[in-house]
T-cell receptor
Framework: KNQVEQSPQSLIILEGKNCTLQCNYTVSPFSNLRWYKQDTGRGPVSLTIMTFSENTKSNGRYTATLDADTKQSSLHITASQLSDSASYICVVSAASGGNNRKLIWGLGTSLAVNP | NAGVTQTPKFRILKIGQSMTLQCTQDMNHNYMYWYRQDPGMGLKLIYYSVGAGITDKGEVPNGYNVSRSTTEDFPLRLELAAPSQTSVYFC????????????????FGAGSRLTVL
């Protein structure tokens, strides 16, 4: 069964600190892995998208890594800001060509950044 | 450039009522999707469309219908609303499909929160 599991479920950090969120997946066939940020009451916003051959991809203070051998990904947030408070969702595409009909969504990690 | 616009933002329905959730995009994207998001669950695909006049079922289509008469609009129809349809509904789009990963990045609307009592 295709699954995406994220940890931790929730996380509280102080402003300015770094944090790393984890994503483990069992999805086949694998096409790409995405990280989305979802603010409360809003739709998800794409942070990164990585294919099988990409190990790291950055978007500002967000850096995603992918280990396709161990089927693990991480999202590292550097120098956190209050606006980083949100849910971070790992999504894996289970189809060739990045077909969005076969996206497996994780439950997300809820991050709270406190002053 | 408004992106993806969903209306209404909030709606309360009685069991058995019908309604349509509207989704409009001004990015000329071919692909459009309807998802629902329930507490403690990942997003589930309801219906999708690869272009005007073409729609297909997703993972959880029962109780819903869609149409795609234009590139811009992709309304989601709920017939005979049930409490199980209480959820937040998201419309999403992307321009194309293929090996270029950027073409597959979804742009979401702000969501429509529906409660069925």
């Amino acid at each position: 069964k295709n699954q995406v599991e994220q940890s931790p479920q929730s996380l509280i950090i102080l402003e300015g600190k770094n944090c790393t969120l984890q994503c483990n997946y069992t999805v086949s066939p694998f096409s790409n892995l995405r990280w989305y940020k979802q603010d409360t009451g809003r739709g998800p916003v794409s942070l990164t998208i990585m294919t099988f051959s990409e190990n790291t991809k950055s978007n500002g203070r967000y850096t995603a890594t992918l280990d396709a051998d161990t089927k693990q990904s991480s999202l590292h947030i550097t120098a956190s800001q209050l606006s980083d408070s949100a849910s971070y969702i790992c999504v894996v595409s289970a189809a060739s060509g990045g077909n969005n009909r076969k996206l497996i969504w994780g439950l997300g990690t809820s991050l709270a950044v406190n002053p | 450039n408004a992106g993806v616009t969903q209306t209404p933002k909030f709606r309360i329905l009685k069991i058995g009522q019908s309604m349509t959730l509207q989704c409009t995009q001004d990015m000329n994207h071919n692909y459009m999707y309807w998802y629902r998001q329930d507490p403690g669950m990942g997003l589930k695909l309801i219906y999708y469309s690869v272009g005007a006049g073409i729609t297909d079922k997703g993972e959880v289509p029962n109780g819903y219908n869609v149409s795609r008469s234009t590139t811009e609009d992709f309304p989601l129809r709920l017939e005979l609303a049930a409490p199980s349809q209480t959820s937040v509904y998201f419309c999403a789009t992307h321009p194309a499909s293929g090996s270029t990963t950027g073409a597959n990045v979804l742009t979401f609307g702000a969501g429509s929160r529906l409660t069925v009592l």
